[in-house]
Every structure is written in structure tokens, then in C-alpha cells.
């Protein structure tokens, strides 16, 4: 696409005067864009080999705290460095910053120039080689929703995040009248990714006041993490620029439908062209590899949650009646279940994984459902019946984990991500979840003060 770029075309734009800085990013565990601003002349020169940051960016929680703990760093070991090495493949202009591009990089072990493997985009990487190895080829989408509010992250802060006004007056899901008033911001957002070298496809009002979503086009497994992360600073970034101010939190507020990042995932031949999980003859169109594949989600979804859900607000999400899941089951075309079937007797035939918030990491989520994945094919794993009918009143199924507590030790727990991954990578992030949850539990909130300051 026109976005992206090569090291002889970045050249051929600074030269022109068309680019004066390379943002040159990792990904830390939350997700987000870390890294630094290089001169082009500099990144031209030698950025583009390699740069460095600090280790501790793969052992922070939200507020960038340096929490202790940590296998892979700490106090004691001196807090070193990782090398970045640029991904040239991911080098894209960002439009909506001026004279500006970006590349991702891949974190790299300072001394044995080894993949860091708990760094998100190496977890999400292992398993694609997994299924390369098989001969198939990971498909995957991520549908990320957003609240857009009119007041900018300044005021916001300022105001101790409360008084927030969404951007829209009404329930907007579908409503082009309503959208219309928030497509300044909406339009520069889908306008800014497709000039990035981003398939936007494209984005709607969803289910309450004020909530948006924005959707890129089915693709690799990798390239789909990377958009996500990238569309998550671009929401951020513009919405900045025109003085208002989105979130990606699962739920901001108790009386409000939480924002969701489903996950829809097939696989293919390694060459892109055959779909495996179609069958004409198949239940649904299923094919048996589908089959046991839907099956490995079923089984580990407990143990996968933590990865769609990673903070104590996550669970807040998982509601009764408001589209969020709260039983991981299967089910042909139906929001209500865990896990929904869509493009039934179609090529297009794929599985969703309903369970994930828009605070989840990507690299992480998109890893571990294929690693489950993978163990349902390994272990040809039988596919139970589809749920029929209204999930939320199914008894005596399986159910999401409820709590960040009850994720963690499913989480902990699981062999299969302990073989799909190794221990120590496991145990870091249970570290991340235990810390999380510690946090949570010591922590005085306004609901505690509101219940409590004059009624105990």
C-alpha cells in the first residue's frame, strides 16, 4: 500500500524533505508503542541496524512502575540493556504526524543477539513458525472497540478522569446521522491508517453513547498485531490532535456496555490460497482440522483468558445481557457464546473469539489462541455440540473465569502454555498478574469512599 516504505524510498523522502524523523518502537507487555525519535539522516545511517532501550520495558505494569519479582530483570542484575532491531518490512510514513514514518523492531538479547522470548512479538512469532512447520498459514483480525469523548486527555486528567461526556448523546450502533457528528475525528483516523500503509476497511458507531469501532482487514497473523497496535496510537494520537480524548479500557464506567477486541481466526495453506478450515462436506462447512482446532480454544480457554483479559477492570466487562461473553462455548452465528462461528458454509469460514477486551495485548492474544489451537490439532481433540439459543442462561457449561484472580491461576496452571511457550515465560507474565491483582487489592477506589465514608 502507498504507506509503506523502503529504506531506498525513506532515503529518496528525506532527500526531498519530506521526512525528517523515524519513530523506531518496541512493544512492551501492555501492548503499547515504546522506543525513541531518530533524526532520518541518523536512522539512514546506522538506526536502522540496530538501536537499544532499557530491559525493564518488558517488567512494567500500566504506570510504568519498575516492579520487582522479575526472572528476567531487576535491581540486582543491574537493569540493562535489549538491542531493537528494526522489522524494515513494518517501515510505514504516519500521516497523521508531519514528516514523520516509524518501524517496528523485534527485542533482541544484548549479548547473545537471541530472540528475548517473553517479548510479546517473539511469543506471537514462535507460534507461527510452529504452524509454518505444519505447513499452514495463521489468518487472523482483531475488531477493536473505543470510547470517544469531547473532552481532550488533559481536561480529563485534570478533572481526575470523572464528569467524562462521550461524544454522542445516544446508543449510535450502526447510526450514520449520529456517527456523522464524530467523523472529524473519524474520518482523519481511517483516512491516517490507509495513508500508513493500514487496509482499513472501515468503522461504525457501536452499542452505547459515544462508543466507536474500527476495523482493518482480515491478514497475517503478525501484520495484524502489528495494525492493532499501531491503530490503538493512531485513535490516540488524532483524537489528541482535534482536543478530544478516546480509551481503550474494557470498562470505564459501571452503567456503560464495556469495549471488546474480538478475535477472528482461520488457517490457511502455507502459499495463502486454500482455506483448511472449509470442508463443503463438513457440519457447518467445518473441516476436521477446524474442528479439532475449536475444540483447543474450548479446552484452554480458562488458561487463555488472562491474555484477552489482563487487568482487575477486564472482568468488569463480562456482563450479562451487554454482548460480552461470560461461557466459553461454541455457537453457529450467535454473540451470546464465548466463542461464534461465522462464514458457515463459506471459504470465509472462521472462528471468533469473543472474550477479549480492547485492553488486551494483541501479540499476546492472537499467540496464545494459536497455540491452543495448535494443541487441539496435535491432540485431534473432539469438537462438543454447539450451544444453541441464549448463552448467557446455558447452566452447567464452562464458564470464563470471572475474576483477574481466578485467570491468574488457570493461567499458572496450564501445561499447555508452558509447553507452547516454556516456564519462564509463563511464570513472567503470572508475575505481571499476581502484581496486577496485589495492586488491585491495596488500592482505595471512589467506590469504596461513596459505600463506605458515611455509612460503616
Not at 461526556?165 to 483516523?189: C, G, K, W
Not at 499501531?230 to 452503567?255: L, N, P, S
Not at 508452558?418 to 477506589?445: K, L, N, P
Request: proline share 4%; with cysteine; glycine share 8%.
Amino acid at each position: 500500500m502507498t504507506g509503506t516504505l523502503t529504506l531506498d524510498t525513506l532515503k529518496a523522502a528525506a532527500a526531498a524533505g519530506e521526512i525528517d524523523t523515524v519513530l523506531v518502537c518496541q512493544v512492551d507487555m501492555q501492548g503499547r508503542l515504546m522506543g525513541k525519535r531518530f533524526h532520518v539522516q541518523n536512522f539512514l545511517d546506522t538506526g536502522h541496524e540496530e538501536t537499544h532501550s532499557c530491559n525493564y520495558l518488558l517488567a512494567t505494569d500500566l504506570p510504568m512502575e519498575t516492579v520487582q519479582g522479575y526472572k528476567s530483570t531487576s535491581w540486582e542484575s543491574g537493569y540493562g540493556d535489549y538491542v531493537m532491531k528494526p522489522d524494515l518490512s513494518t517501515l510505514r510514513r504516519l500521516p497523521w504526524l508531519d514528516g514523520t514514518a516509524m518501524v517496528l523492531c523485534d527485542m533482541l538479547d544484548h549479548h547473545s543477539h537471541q530472540p528475548v522470548p517473553h517479548s510479546p512479538r517473539q511469543m506471537l512469532k514462535r507460534q507461527i513458525a510452529r504452524l509454518a512447520d505444519m505447513g499452514m498459514k495463521p489468518m487472523m483480525a482483531t475488531e477493536l472497540e473505543f470510547y470517544l469523548f469531547r473532552e481532550s486527555f488533559e481536561q480529563l486528567f485534570d478533572n481526575g478522569y470523572r464528569d467524562m461526556t462521550p461524544l454522542s448523546m445516544f446508543n449510535q450502533d450502526y447510526a450514520i446521522h449520529l456517527t456523522t457528528r464524530e467523523d472529524a475525528v473519524m474520518r482523519d483516523i481511517r483516512n491516517g491508517l490507509f495513508g500508513a500503509g493500514i487496509p482499513v476497511e472501515n468503522s461504525k458507531g457501536e452499542a452505547y453513547a459515544g462508543q466507536e469501532e474500527i476495523n482493518i482487514r482480515y491478514a497475517a497473523a503478525l501484520d495484524t498485531a502489528d495494525f492493532h497496535t499501531i491503530v490503538k496510537t493512531a485513535c490516540k494520537d488524532i483524537a489528541w490532535q482535534h482536543g478530544r480524548a478516546v480509551t481503550f479500557m474494557a470498562k470505564y464506567d459501571t452503567e456503560v456496555a464495556g469495549s471488546s477486541s474480538h478475535v477472528h481466526q482461520s488457517l490457511w495453506s502455507d502459499d495463502g490460497r486454500t482455506p483448511l478450515f472449509h470442508d463443503p462436506d463438513g457440519r457447518f462447512g467445518m473441516s476436521k482440522l477446524m474442528e479439532h482446532y475449536v475444540a483447543g480454544l474450548l479446552k484452554h480457554a480458562a488458561a487463555n483468558t488472562w491474555f484477552l483479559a489482563p487487568y482487575a477492570n477486564s472482568y468488569k466487562r463480562f456482563t450479562t445481557g451487554l454482548f460480552a461473553p461470560t461461557k466459553a462455548i461454541w455457537s453457529n452465528d450467535n454473540r451470546t457464546a464465548g466463542f461464534r462461528l461465522c462464514g458457515e458454509n463459506s471459504k470465509a469460514i472462521r472462528i471468533e473469539c469473543r472474550i477479549g477486551g480492547a485492553d488486551l495485548n494483541p501479540y499476546l492474544a492472537l499467540a496464545t489462541q494459536l497455540a491452543a489451537g495448535i494443541d487441539g490439532i496435535e491432540q485431534e481433540l473432539a469438537l462438543e455440540e454447539p450451544h444453541s439459543g441464549d448463552a448467557y442462561e446455558a447452566r452447567d457449561v464452562r464458564e470464563i473465569p470471572g475474576t483477574l484472580r481466578d485467570a491468574t491461576v488457570a493461567l499458572d496452571r496450564s501445561d499447555m502454555l508452558r509447553a507452547a511457550f516454556g516456564d519462564d515465560v509463563i511464570d513472567h507474565y503470572v508475575h505481571a498478574a499476581r502484581w496486577e491483582q496485589a495492586e488491585t487489592d491495596r488500592t482505595v477506589t471512589d467506590w469504596d469512599r461513596l459505600r463506605g465514608f458515611d455509612r460503616g
